[in-house]
């Protein structure tokens, strides 16, 4: 929900107005989509209201969408707040009916978060998907059974950076992202100014995690 989109109608504020984003839906499936044999998906936020929320996913099953994901967090709240998985057991069924695929998102980090999730809402069919934003940009080994630490990740992709890319600024882009702005690294690495300077941080990071 952020002021860019939300400010014109877009994004989050489309749950305000369920018909207008059906019929985006249904124009988005009957003119691309089907012609051209595509998925055409769609990811909402909560409702405080389960009645409300319901009627709005009944609606949006509607339009002829393959893939539904909910984000369950309301539009007011941020990704530092914990998703509400509440309402979940009750949708299930009525999107699975539907032959609609559910994928959920919300502070999930690893691939034992999907097996926790299935298992709580005893999806034993292990239809549910999951959705992993943050955590996979700032390690993207979360997908493997055993991922690699943060600072295995950020030195490897530096030195791919460096070996192939050869471009400074993107990188460092690159190594932001990744970083978490509260670690005592960040501030460190934004101030950098080359790949040598870069490389004595991730070697002093390195040399941290390793004792």
Same mark, same amino acid.
């Not at 539904?68 to 941020?78: F, G």
């Given at each position: ?20 984003? =059906? ?7 009957? @003119?691309i989509?089907i ?6 998906? =769609? ?23 393959s893939?539904?994901?909910?984000? =369950? ?6 990704n ?28 999930? /980090? ?16 292990? @239809? ?32 791919? =950076? ?24 960040? /501030?460190?690495?934004? /101030? ?20």
């Open positions: 929900p952020k002021n860019f989109s939300t400010h014109s109608g877009m994004g989050a504020e489309l749950l305000k107005t369920p018909d207008k984003l =059906c019929c985006i839906l249904i124009n988005l499936v009957e @003119k989509g012609p051209k044999k595509k998925s055409i998906s =769609c990811k909402i936020r909560l409702f405080n209201n389960y009645y409300q929320l319901k009627n709005l996913i009944e609606k949006i099953l509607q339009t002829g969408i893939n539904l994901t909910i984000h =369950c967090r309301t539009p007011i709240m941020r530092r707040q914990d998703p509400i998985w509440n309402f979940l057991p009750k949708l299930i069924p009525i999107i699975e009916n539907s032959q609609v695929n559910l994928i959920i998102n919300g502070n999930m /980090q690893n691939v034992n978060d999907l097996k926790n999730l299935q298992m709580a809402l005893n999806d034993n069919e292990k @239809k549910l998907s999951i959705m992993i934003a943050e955590a996979a940009e700032a390690n993207p080994s979360i997908f493997n059974q055993f991922p690699k630490p943060q600072y295995l990740i950020i030195k490897e992709l530096f030195e791919i =950076c460096q070996k192939y890319y050869e471009n400074f600024l993107a990188t460092k882009f690159l190594m932001l992202n990744m970083i978490p702005g509260k670690s005592k690294y960040f /501030q460190k690495i934004s /101030q950098t100014k080359n790949f040598h300077q870069m490389d004595n941080i991730l070697n002093e990071i390195s040399r941290s995690e390793e004792r």
